[in-house]
């Protein structure tokens, strides 16, 4: 590849096939957030600031909890060390109380009951993260978003799932347009 035509047409090549697939994972994650099951999880809220990448609160679910607790559980039942389940990935079972999600178990394969929903989890060290865990917003807006205490996701029917709002204690959802609140 010592021609200078072959070695731009190859980099044309990568770069367009980079640039498609980059479009298929936005479309993707559109997708989700258009048609995705509406699934609503209580927040336990954590810092909102990053000096770095400008204001942004980090989000932790009440489920996660459950999770944690339902895997050492597991765990010990099965006389394993908590280590091992470190890198684990898996399935969590919801049920819905009309758009509110509550743990039940986790997913052992089972399909679920017509009210119940997978999420998709990970461990990453001592935690469990669900979806994106952080939500960006623009600056100056911490003192809304402060206000939130659940987060309305988007759930795939393979348990993946993407952050769309912030709600309120009365589940109305956080706008910056207005700086109100919205009913849903």
């Keep these: 590849m010592s021609d200078p035509r072959r070695v731009r047409i190859f980099i044309a090549l990568v770069l367009l096939i980079?640039?498609?697939a980059y479009n298929y994972l936005i479309l993707g994650q559109e997708k989700l957030l258009a048609d995705?099951?509406?699934?609503?999880l209580r927040l336990v809220p954590l810092d909102p600031r990053s000096l770095m990448q400008g204001d942004y609160m980090i989000l932790a679910f009440a489920v996660e909890r459950d999770i944690l607790k339902a895997m050492r559980e597991q765990d010990k039942k099965?006389?394993?060390e908590e280590e091992s389940s470190r890198k684990r990935r898996g399935l969590a079972v919801l049920r819905l109380e009309g758009d509110l999600g509550c743990f039940v178990r986790l997913h052992a394969g089972?399909?679920?009951?017509p009210d119940e929903i997978l999420l998709e989890y990970k461990m990453t060290g001592r935690d469990i993260k669900v979806s994106g865990g952080a939500f960006f917003f623009e600056e100056g807006l911490a003192g809304l978003y402060s206000?939130?205490?659940y987060a309305e996701?988007?759930?795939a029917p393979g348990g993946w799932s993407l952050i769309k709002n912030l709600l309120d204690q009365d589940m109305r959802i956080l706008r910056k347009e207005e700086g109100?609140?919205?009913n849903r």
Excluded at 36 to 40: A, L
Excluded at 110 to 113: I, M, R
């Design 147 to 149: 206000q939130a205490r």
């Design 153 to 155: 996701l988007r759930v």
């Design 110 to 113: 089972e399909k679920p009951a």
């Design 18 to 20: 980079f640039l498609a």
């Design 78 to 80: 099965e006389g394993e």
């Design 180 to 182: 109100v609140l919205e």
């Design 36 to 40: 995705g099951r509406r699934v609503i």
